[in-house]
């Protein structure tokens, strides 16, 4: 059974999200003395051109570049329903 297909920019922000997870476990696993894995394929462009060039980018930008992206924190809450009568 396949994974549902997701729009392009939901597939970027969570792709981006999961490779720069990967980088920051890397981080904490070379600073308590042990080897990360080498990432392959596609994942070594991900961990070693986008996620240092995004760390590189002032948080206005990046924000911009969320917000700019639908996805989960775009979502809004709906109003509450207006009851009318007593509560009982």
């Known amino acids: ?3 549902p ?6 597939w970027l922000r969570s792709t981006s999200e999961h490779h720069l997870l990967v ?14 894995p080498k ?3 596609l994942d070594i462009f991900w961990q070693k ?3 240092p060039v995004f760390y590189l980018l002032p948080y206005s930008l990046r924000a911009k570049a969320a917000n700019a992206l639908p996805g989960s924190h775009k979502q809004t809450w ?11």
């Open 5 to 10: 297909r997701q729009s392009f920019p939901r």
């Open 78 to 88: 709906h109003q509450p329903d207006q009851v009318k009568g007593p509560a009982v």
């Open 23 to 36: 980088v920051a476990q890397a981080k904490v696993a070379r600073r308590n003395g042990l080897v990360p």
């Open 49 to 51: 051109v986008y996620a």
């Open 39 to 41: 990432p392959h394929g």
């Open 1 to 3: 059974m396949s994974a």
